[in-house]
């Protein structure tokens, strides 16, 4: 593991720990971040892709042990990273599972604008308004599949249609429950 020793003008109150899920100690591929096991996979991929943000990314795994970063000290070892889009992505999936396998509502994650800047913090809060409205839709209409009536509309013949349908379902419950395509 990569890590650094930082001077102790630069050691403070570990603003870094915003960024990752609670209970972090590691980017494990055998612990998926989120619900999605297999993008997780993936995603960790990219640390792969790109040497800088995987030392970056050591550097962060590190700093349980060792010194402590200050937000202006973070922010300035950020830039570089978040200029690539998929490294934002992974670490606003990071931020966005930070509870476990449930995204987190935006009122209870620690607002990292200062860590960010007011352009990628306006990517996070974006991405998180989509995602959690997909995730939030999914969970209505998978309970609404729940329901016996449902249920018994969705077999035909002897065949259960739920996942045929859920396709032609999702996009209507997404707009008229959640203005998803309507708000932008």
């Known amino acids: 593991m990569v890590g650094l020793v930082l001077p102790p003008s630069m050691q403070g109150k570990p603003v870094w720990r915003k960024l990752l899920p609670t209970g972090f100690s590691g980017f494990d591929p055998e612990q998926p971040c989120g619900y999605w096991p297999v993008l997780w996979q993936r995603w960790l991929g990219y640390r792969e892709s ?66 960010l800047g007011a352009e990628h913090w306006a990517h996070f809060t974006r991405w998180h308004r989509k995602y959690h409205t997909d995730f939030v839709a999914l969970e209505c209409l998978l309970a609404w599949q729940q329901q016996p009536e449902v249920r018994a509309a969705y077999l035909y013949r002897g065949v259960e249609l739920q996942g045929v349908l859920d396709y032609p379902a999702f996009p209507r419950m997404l707009d008229s429950l959640f203005h998803a395509f309507t708000d932008e």
Do not use: Y
């Open 50 to 115: 790109d040497a800088a943000f995987g030392d970056f990314l050591a550097f962060l795994e590190s700093l349980p042990s060792g010194p402590a970063l200050d937000s202006e000290a973070l922010a300035q070892q950020l830039q570089p990273h978040l200029a690539r889009p998929r490294n934002r992505f992974f670490l606003f999936i990071l931020w966005f599972f930070r509870e476990g396998a449930r995204p987190t509502p935006l009122a209870e994650l620690p607002d990292l604008e200062t860590l």
